[in-house]
């Protein structure tokens, strides 16, 4: 990872819990137009349309994979639409119904809810525009049933915590740990499936993986703490990565959020 320090460093970092009530609506899509992305781009960064409830929207286009394990076609771009407390019913009639998902190529629609403890950013972000050589690394992971809660005390207790140190060594621009609450639209050839989203920006060149920058943020926050095998013991058991990409952030119209959640000192 990069031993840079950005300015953004220097500030508070906001962490947004479930009780703050951000509700994400998530669409990943495959262009049947790669020159339709220019209205894409355009109605997120129009995205105060959708009211005062409506706190941005960011979208992201696909450029490499990182990790695959499944056999299905990669999709075009993700969008994530951020909102307090609620999607609102006509938003969902826009952006999900049957005329949006034939004309977008809409592959899935889903509802997301933060994980706990795992969404930080800092109260000064406005996107990776001064930070050319970061992409956007979008991890889908699938988290079996049985695990939900010992994965969400995982996250909460060394994921969120490393993530945290991280973001404020400005090794990386955010750390955003969302779990699906809803599934809204999914198209019919779509094969692979998730129920966790994380969203980092980062420098893939010197990206080795989230183990090994978590186990540095872990031993910098905490010498004398669980080794990092302890810490995350039986992960592996609990989820699978179907796929890890790295993507072009092409519209982050999502500063508001840092000035919600609550605040790290």
Known sequence: MAEAVHPHCETDLTRIEPDDRLVMLA??????????ETALANGCANWRRFGDTCLGQALYRHRAVFHNTAQAPVWSHLELSYFRTFVPAG??????SEPAATQTGLLRA??????????????AWQGSAGRPEWQASLEYIQV??????????VMRDFCGPAAAWLVRAGRVGTFRAMETAAVLYRAPNLT???NQIHLCELDPKRFEGFGRAFETALREKSPDGPDFDGAFAGLDRM???????????LVEADAALARGGKVIP
């Open 192 to 194: 692979v499936d998730w």
């Open 110 to 123: 889903e509802i997301l809810l933060t994980t706990p403890a795992s969404f930080v950013l800092p109260r």
């Open 27 to 36: 669409r990943t899509i495959q262009l049947p137009d790669p020159d339709l």
């Open 91 to 96: 938003v969902i009639r826009d952006l999900v």
């Open 239 to 249: 989820r699978t990565v179907p796929r890890w990409t790295f993507n072009d952030p």
């Open 144 to 153: 079996e049933e049985p695990h939900l809660g010992a994965y969400r005390n």
